[in-house]
């Protein structure tokens, strides 16, 4: 053999003994990126936050490994407005996408659409709860509104398509196929979007033993009665007791609630029963029955004597056990891709993202759902990992939102950031390059009147105070000292004491609706026909 067979043949061992192989090498050395986006987890529901209700080690491990965030909030708490504001970078009176009926404008400029112009593959795999063909994307395989828990209909590359199975998992196996499966010469960032936790809570098989049999710590303010805040906190129809469907929600079948004269409070609890649990397969739903017949069985020999306060705390205990057991599998999507990352030697040049649409109330204030600018509806969780860019075990307090995240994915991706993008990069924040940071952020809720009623508002916060106003069919202020009164049990805004708080929040508040492009005649053009 000459000096060249020798050199091709050492070339060609040498190959053969890498664990990746010649065709899956990256030859654009730009960082990967996986943002995953679940579907109303609070962050109480992250063991990594520190509240002991449940245990998400993978989740966790991001912390861990990288950057945890406690003041990252949104700036529209609500499912598709978010999504709106992830990807454009813009706030909801800007993009258009106000509340879950006002279409989104997909024509419109995202953070994607500039990725594939710098030549990153993209996909969308999971829910986005926006009408239309998703733009940006090479892939997209995305749920029909607010898809189905099991054998969920998916919209891919345009086409319907059942797949069988758990959504969750569905979602996770097919955002690894597709990463399995990309050019491998090229930078990717895809979306791996979950239905869950969203109402109305159908954990996987797998899990729901286990966590119909768990018992939950009840909040403090479980009981609450509002009467330190007000009208808007007093007419909301989130309450966990009158507001949430038995049957839907807490899975009690409507036979047995006719039987016992019990009526749900919205009309299509029944369906939602059906429906959700009609699209099992026989199997399925043999082995559903098995754990939920007997709970339904014992509720309703101990319903007769049961007080108001008694199904509070049983709805309670009902609502925590279903919405941690989705979770559950949420965060085992979490670590088969992390373990996925690390396998196929991505896992030192992809970033991980993990977040949610907004926050959600677990029996905080006796509520469920979101969509207030209360504390526990604007957070969000948010966790980054990104190893020899991000330390591990970071703490962000900085005042994040998620109008941030476009800007930040783009300048770690070395693209150029959007002028009309509204956000921040918080790239050198997270790295110690700075600390210069906003002290304010802006928050809109348009979705009224509609379901669970909560008012109009929009207000600013900073890390000790929020001011709120609540406007249309009400004209309302509220103020709040997070840190004297972190549960926002009491508005202070008439309190002659904090008199000059309340001239600078307003200050504040009218310096950034000046900045985004918002103001009071803006907002009448989002109110319901007829009222503008």
Known sequence: MNDAGRICFGVLLLLSLSRIPVFAQQKDKRPNIVYIMSDDHAYQ???AYGYRLNNTPNIDRMAKEGAIFTNACVTNSLCAPSRAVLLTGKHSFINGKIDN?????WDQDNFCKELQKAGYQTAMIGKIHMDGLPQGFDYSAVLIDQGEYYNPDFIINGVKQQKMGYVTDLTTAMTLDWIKNRDSSKPFCVLYHQKAPHREWLPSLKYIKEYTGKTYKEPATLFDDYAGRGAAAKSAEMNILKDMNWSGDNKISPDVLQELGIKDPLDWGPDA???????????????????YDPIIARFRSDYPAMTPKDLMRWRYQRYMQDYMGCIASVDDGVGQLLDFLKENNLDSNTIVIYTSDQGFYLGEHGWFDKRFMYEESLRTPLLIRYPGHIRPGTNIDALIQNLDYAPTILDYAGVKIPADMQGESFKNLVSGNTTKWRDAIYYTYYEYPSIHMVKRHYGVKTKRYKLIHFYYDIDEWELYDLQKDPQEMKNVYNDPTYAPVRKEMHAKLEALRKMYGDSDENDK????????
Request: positive net charge; proline residues 3%.
């Open 525 to 532: 053009k989002f109110l319901p026909a007829g009222n503008k």
């Open 273 to 291: 029963y059906h429906n959700n649990l009609g699209r099992m397969t026989t199997s399925e739903r043999a082995a559903w029955d098995s754990v």
């Open 101 to 105: 009926v006002h279409a989104f404008n």
């Open 45 to 47: 529901a992250i063991s």
